[in-house]
């Protein structure tokens, strides 16, 4: 990673933001060759999931919107991390991130202290205190570093905590420091004694600073959304950064369906800036404070509806043909996912069907960007590990450097992209939070009801009624009302109504970025015809992503025919792809360079360009990142060539 990162500083892909005034944890610029990708990679998904699409549209919302958005997607109250503080150096930590730790736990029962106040009086702190000391470090540290946390008690003016408070001070006026004047900092230093030591072993404890050692804090809290201030008047109305770009998609649903003639199921995409006051942002740029998202929200029928119109739900087994005996679970881990080009949606596929279909549709997308399936992992979650109202949910994993790795010493991945069935959750909430109806009208439902026997319709309003009553309880609908509602919405299907379940794969822009790069990276070694070897960097990116499409060399600068040439070919082909024009140095270091940049071709104009030898005028040398090689194409012919190898 390391390497990475400083090539990507080194060439302009990612620098760190505000780096003239020491850097902003947590935020990364990207700079000319980082942009060029991003654009690219975005450009790929929207032509992807939109353009290439009949049953996905686009959105593009605002960052700020309504705080009542938050409060009914549960971010409000809930989008937290469990955080714990290191108590010496206040450094904060994600509780799920602390490695386990091993080693020797010195614990004291508290501490006593002398001030230069009054030399003679020692007061005791009646706090708990431990430190683990990691093998080959020295006992010592357990002791200074305890010594620095009763200093900072002491210099905190909080010397018992209150529910430890020892007898001996029962009575004591502990509000005026208990006849102990207040040290500041910038006072002598303190003499800190420590009191009651005891040795212990502990062995993969997660409790204790991975820097200083200190027993950490309780977890506590910590929402991750950055609050703003809208307008002038005071006080001035709290609002948020989004957190995710799905929201929007949600709130504007009924719109988009309004206007945009679609018909369940279909899909909205949205890429976009998301902010998370992360409490470690980390490994780069794949754990940010800022960063972009790239989400769809495709709605579906849910599978009463589909039953009702289709008579069954296609089993994952039927939908793409695996067969159903003897043949793997639908949509449990493991299951091997059918090939994009064989799926063909269909009217009686369930949310299983659909979510599989994403998840297949989402790797075949990172393998024609050139990340090898071998790179990739689809990850189940399982089911303590999903949030309460997902179905099912499968994270697509990229095997980073710095991912951890297994037992067998395989790099185990971090998350890319979440694929998630979140049923009609989100569009329930916002019923509920906006009171406006999110449902939507199926006149094929509607006709399909009418023929169904009585059995069916009963059998279909329970599930559907159950559901959507155990939705509302969850949600802490007050019963009677739940009841009510569940009622109505069950009603509502025999007139063709219901609220659409969605699938959700949600990507994002900076480590897909960061993936590709890694994946890119690549050292050759060459030995030159002195027999001197020199090891260089090459960026194997995909053409497709690859932020420079084309060199544009003139063999020598100084040869105005040449350059007059060269440049004649890159505004031919300028319009259509990136083109990087190069006429500084050898050709050779030039070749160095794009490989460096990622580029994949470079084009080459030399005097047989110019006709020095008739059969070769107005031909290119076409040279190869990946293996050096080099041909001659027909200027007349390097649009038609080049277009579909970028695209
Ligand atoms: N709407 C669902 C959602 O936001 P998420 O798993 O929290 O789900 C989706 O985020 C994707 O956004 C992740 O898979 C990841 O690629 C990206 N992402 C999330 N937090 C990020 C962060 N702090 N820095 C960079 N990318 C992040």
Redesign the pocket.
């Known amino acids: 990673m390391e390497k990475i990162v400083s090539l990507c500083k080194r060439r302009g892909f990612i620098f760190q933001s505000s780096e003239i005034y020491g850097g902003i944890n947590g935020f990364w610029d990207y700079g000319p060759l980082g942009a060029e990708l991003k654009r690219n990679i975005k450009d790929l998904w929207w032509s992807d999931m939109i353009r290439q699409r009949d049953d996905v549209v686009g959105l593009e919302a605002t960052i700020i919107m309504s705080p009542q958005i938050w409060k009914a997607s549960g971010h409000v109250d809930t989008f937290a991390d469990l955080m714990v503080e290191c108590p010496v150096t206040n450094k904060r930590y994600r509780a799920d991130q602390i490695e386990p730790q091993s080693g020797k736990v010195y614990s004291f029962t508290g501490a006593q202290w002398k001030t230069h106040h009054a030399p003679e009086s020692w007061g005791p702190i009646g706090q708990p205190f431990s430190v683990l000391v990691r093998k080959g470090e020295h006992s010592e540290k357990a002791k200074k570093v305890a010594k620095e946390y009763y200093l900072r008690r002491f210099a905190a003016g909080v010397r018992y905590p209150d529910e430890s408070l020892p007898p001996a001070l029962a009575g004591v006026d502990l509000a005026s420091g208990g006849g102990v004047p207040v040290w500041k900092p910038g006072d002598p230093p303190l003499e800190i004694e420590l009191l009651g030591e005891s040795i212990s072993d502990v062995a993969d404890s997660t409790l204790f600073s991975p820097d200083s050692g200190a027993r950490l804090n309780k977890p506590r809290p910590f929402n991750l959304m950055f609050k703003t201030f809208i307008g002038a008047s005071e006080p001035a109305e709290e609002a948020y950064l989004r957190?995710?770009?799905?929201q929007a998609i949600f709130a504007q649903f009924k719109n988009v369906l309004e206007t945009s003639r679609q018909k369940i199921p279909f899909g909205i995409a949205q890429v976009g800036k998301?902010f998370?006051n992360?409490v470690t942002?980390r490994n780069f740029?794949?754990?940010?404070?800022e960063?972009e998202?790239m989400?769809l929200e495709f709605f579906i029928k849910p599978d009463e509806v589909v039953e009702a119109i289709c008579g069954k739900v296609a089993s994952v087994a039927e939908a793409f043909g695996v067969p159903p005996s003897g043949g793997p679970e639908p949509a449990k881990a493991g299951t091997p996912n059918p090939q994009p080009s064989t799926l063909n949606p269909q009217p009686n596929w369930g949310w299983e069907a659909w979510h599989k279909y994403w998840v297949a549709e989402r790797i075949a997308f990172y393998e024609g960007i050139g990340l090898p399936r071998t790179t990739l992992v689809e990850y189940w979650q399982k089911p303590e590990e999903l949030a309460h109202y997902a179905r099912a949910t499968v994270?697509i994993l990229y095997k980073f450097p710095f991912s951890k790795r297994d037992e067998k010493g395989e790099l185990t991945g971090e998350?890319?992209?979440?694929v998630?069935a979140r049923g009609d959750f989100d569009l329930s909430q916002h019923e509920r939070f906006s009171g406006k109806p999110m449902g939507v009208f199926d006149e094929e439902l509607r006709a399909a009801w009418g023929k169904l026997d009585e059995a069916k319709k009963a059998g279909l309003s329970k599930r559907y009624h159950d559901a959507r009553l155990k939705y509302l309880t969850k949600m802490g609908v007050e019963q009677a009302k739940a009841e009510k509602e569940a009622k109505e919405d069950a009603d509502g299907l025999a007139k063709g109504q219901y609220i659409p379940h969605v699938i959700?794969p949600?990507?994002?822009v900076?480590?897909?970025i960061l993936a590709l790069i890694c994946n890119a990276y690549s050292e050759v070694t060459e030995t030159d015809d002195k027999g001197k070897t020199e090891t260089r960097v090459m960026l194997k990116f995909h053409p497709r992503v690859a932020p420079i499409k084309v060199a544009v060399l003139p063999l020598l600068k100084n040869k105005p025919e040449l350059v007059r040439k060269a440049q004649e070919v890159r505004d031919l082909l300028r319009p259509w792809m990136n083109v990087f024009y190069d006429d500084g140095g050898s050709i050779g270091r030039r070749y160095a360079r794009q490989d460096e940049a990622g580029t994949p071709f470079c084009v080459t104009i030399d005097f047989d360009t110019l006709g020095e030898k008739p059969e070769l005028k107005d031909t290119v040398t076409m040279r190869y990142r990946d293996d050096g090689k080099q041909e001659r194409l027909a200027i007349g012919e390097l649009l038609n060539w080049l277009l579909p190898n970028i695209r």
């Open positions: 957190p995710e770009t799905a998301a998370r992360e942002p740029t794949f754990r940010s404070r960063f998202q989400e994270d998350e890319l992209e979440g998630a959700e949600s990507a994002g900076d480590r897909l």
